[in-house]
């Protein structure tokens, strides 16, 4: 109850109760290097804290290209993750609304027309289609606390090209595609949604790329193909540098929330070994 930050929340305290320091909006901009080894992490603000090993979370791209330009061996890494292959992005609205809905699940999926046709517009052709098929996300129905009384919260999640397929200006088109998208919830769910609608705001590729750093707006790291998925994904520990870490969607086994909870897990049984 309360959202997947509860898990996070539980994280933490944990993580604190072993005497852990969670640093929060000041973001890691250099992993240093010396040799084979990674020595330690410097911070927008300029704090930095040598380390025996490093454990990374940010996106491979932005981790390889831009917090290890000083190693030569990630550099070489960087070349190659550049040649493969990205997921698309998502483009997801928030929003909330007056009234109560018990009979919209928690998680729902509207399909569309088609579904083979409108992946290959997504991943190959790098077209933004006309239909869809969209995820809606309902967490009031099973949290009421989740939004003010009378009221509900949802989002919905419309897959789309990720800006190396698809390089538009999403501050013109987002406006467009919000519209569209809560049009046809309207017209399968809520009617008078618009009328409904007290909050709402969109989150396009730009905001995966410029707030999360993810290498082409993607929302999941590499594509899942067969040749960059589990082992051939990005190593829980560096090939060249035998103290630092890597976790989240672009390394083994791959993206989503169980993806990456199992990558944390074999991360921290990596490092732990080391210990040992």
């Given at each position: ?165 698809f390089p538009v200006d999403w501050n013109e088109i987002g406006p467009i595609l919000e519209k569209r ?18 909050t709402k705001f969109h989150y396009a590729p730009n905001d995966f790329a410029q707030d999360l750093n ?63």
């Amino acid at each position: 109850m309360g959202g997947t930050n509860q898990l996070i929340a539980g994280m933490v305290k944990h993580f604190e109760r072993l005497g852990g320091v969670l640093r929060l909006n000041d973001a890691a901009v250099d992993i240093a290097t010396l040799g084979d080894r990674a020595t330690g992490v410097t911070t927008a603000s300029g704090w930095h804290q040598d380390a025996d090993m490093v454990a990374c979370n940010s996106d491979i791209m932005h981790s390889y290209r831009d917090l290890l330009k000083s190693s030569r061996s990630a550099q070489r890494t960087k070349n190659g993750l550049a040649r493969k292959r990205y997921s698309p992005s998502l483009f997801v609205v928030h929003f909330g609304i007056k009234g109560t809905w018990p009979g919209i699940p928690h998680h729902m999926i509207l399909f569309g027309p088609r579904y083979k046709g409108l992946l290959a517009d997504i991943y190959d052709h790098g077209v933004l289609p006309e239909d869809f098929s969209l995820y809606l996300h309902h967490p009031t129905v099973t949290d009421p606390s989740m939004a003010p009384e009378g009221h509900s919260t949802f989002y919905v999640l419309a897959p789309v090209p990720n800006l190396g397929k698809f390089p538009v200006d999403w501050n013109e088109i987002g406006p467009i595609l919000e519209k569209r998208i809560l049009d046809e919830v309207g017209r399968r769910l809520i009617p008078d949604i618009h009328e409904r609608i007290v909050t709402k705001f969109h989150y396009a590729p730009n905001d995966f790329a410029q707030d999360l750093n993810a290498h082409l707006g993607s929302a999941f790291s590499l594509e899942p193909i067969l040749t960059q998925s589990a082992w051939f994904r990005v190593h829980n520990r560096d090939d060249h540098i035998p103290n630092l870490y890597f976790v989240g969607a672009g390394t083994h086994p791959g993206a989503g929330i169980p993806g990456v909870v199992g990558s944390a897990k074999a991360t921290a049984a990596l490092m732990l070994e080391t210990e040992r």
